[in-house]
């Protein structure tokens, strides 16, 4: 009976059919699972980073921290596809033209202000490195990785080899790098709340936003109200001459936080009715490339919320800003950040 049913065509076709349909069912694997459902969260707690899913994509093929991706491109240009420094390095990861793009197969320079191919390169450049440097024994594998990327291995190498240690800037480059991956560790404040913090309120809202402010932080207030023609600080206007301009550049500059033992009573009763995140104002302002736009941005954000701010929150802040604002950050915003240090018992 069995030799009858395997001669039959019919029934072999089927039998065909059901071993190959046994083949292709995938195999549930939970780790699997597990890898994509924490991808999502990802991708979703970092929806408001300009190009996410390019980061994501790339970071995922280069087996590379998504956040330790994007927090180099903060630092290296702000997130702008536009930039170019002065050496000419290019676009989002500030990959350097033409050595270092021909080095990762990149041959035609216009291809690197396309931000997914930028973003792409760079990534792969930064797993490069890291792989490089993952059994170096005189300093962290990873700072040198990062410091490689700022400077070049070359120069790196050299410097280790000569004096045994990494040069300050590429120290320092790399400290910021940390700041900002930590930031974007953080629970992040979706972009509809961020949206809400700095829109138009309705001419009764604006009164009562406004007297509430002057109450509680008229030295703030003062600062806004009556500043100055913004000026560049700390050379961060330098790239203003050529545009579009990179804004490669960082703070490496350290708090003191003394004592505040009871805070200011005016502080300590306020509601947070818009509660501050640094995770917030870094999306709010690294959505736009415009100086103007984000110092505007900027500038309403911190009227409105930045009084919720904790002294921890200030820090970052603080530190963040030539970051976040690039060329937009100048005495006037910056003096209004350090009012609020102030009146939080911090020493800018």
């Known amino acids: 009976m069995i030799q009858t049913l395997l001669r039959a065509p019919t029934f072999m076709r089927h039998m065909q059919l059901a071993i190959l349909a046994c083949l292709t069912v995938p195999v549930f694997n939970p780790a699997w699972a597990e890898a994509e459902n924490l991808g999502g969260e990802t991708a979703e707690r970092l929806s408001d980073i300009p190009y996410?899913?390019?980061?994501?994509?790339s970071a995922d093929r280069y087996g590379v921290d998504v956040e330790l991706a994007i927090a180099v491109a903060i630092v290296e240009s702000s997130l702008n596809p536009d930039a170019v420094s002065s050496s000419d390095a290019v676009g989002v990861m500030q990959i350097k033209w033409p050595l270092t793009a021909e080095h990762l197969g990149i041959t035609q320079r216009e291809l690197l202000f396309d931000p997914c191919i930028n973003i792409d390169a760079g990534v792969s450049y930064l797993k490069e490195l890291i792989d490089e440097n993952a059994d170096i024994e005189n300093n962290d594998p990873l700072v040198q990785a990062l410091a490689s990327y700022h400077v070049g291995p070359t120069t790196i190498a050299n410097a280790v080899t000569n004096t045994g240690t990494l040069p300050q800037q590429a120290a320092d480059y790399a400290e910021a790098v940390f700041k900002q991956r930590d930031i974007l560790?953080?629970?992040?404040?979706?972009?509809?709340?961020?949206?809400?913090?700095?829109?138009?309120?309705?001419?009764?809202?604006?009164?009562?936003?406004?007297?509430?402010?002057?109450?509680?932080?008229?030295?703030?207030?003062?600062?806004?109200?009556?500043?100055?023609?913004?000026?560049?600080?700390?050379?961060?206007?330098?790239?203003?001459?050529?545009?579009?301009?990179?804004?490669?550049?960082?703070?490496?500059?350290?708090?003191?936080?003394?004592?505040?033992?009871?805070?200011?009573?005016?502080?300590?009763?306020?509601?947070?009715?818009?509660?501050?995140?640094?995770?917030?104002?870094?999306?709010?302002?690294?959505?736009?490339?415009?100086?103007?736009?984000?110092?505007?941005?900027?500038?309403?954000?911190?009227?409105?919320?930045?009084?919720?701010?904790?002294?921890?929150?200030?820090?970052?802040l603080r530190n963040s800003l030539p970051l976040w604002l690039g060329t937009a950050l100048n005495s006037e915003l910056l003096g209004a950040v350090e009012v609020l240090m102030e009146e939080k018992g911090l020493q800018p």
């Open 52 to 57: 996410i899913a390019c980061f994501m994509r």
């Open 185 to 316: 560790a953080e629970e992040g404040t979706p972009s509809e709340q961020i949206t809400e913090q700095i829109a138009e309120p309705s001419a009764n809202e604006a009164v009562d936003t406004e007297r509430a402010l002057a109450e509680e932080t008229p030295s703030l207030q003062a600062v806004l109200d009556n500043a100055e023609e913004s000026q560049p600080l700390n050379g961060l206007g330098d790239n203003q001459a050529t545009v579009p301009a990179s804004t490669n550049t960082f703070s490496n500059q350290t708090l003191d936080i003394t004592d505040t033992g009871q805070q200011n009573d005016d502080l300590a009763q306020a509601k947070p009715e818009h509660p501050c995140s640094t995770a917030g104002v870094r999306s709010l302002l690294l959505g736009t490339h415009n100086p103007d736009e984000r110092g505007e941005k900027f500038r309403g954000w911190l009227g409105k919320t930045g009084v919720n701010c904790t002294e921890l929150q200030l820090l970052k």
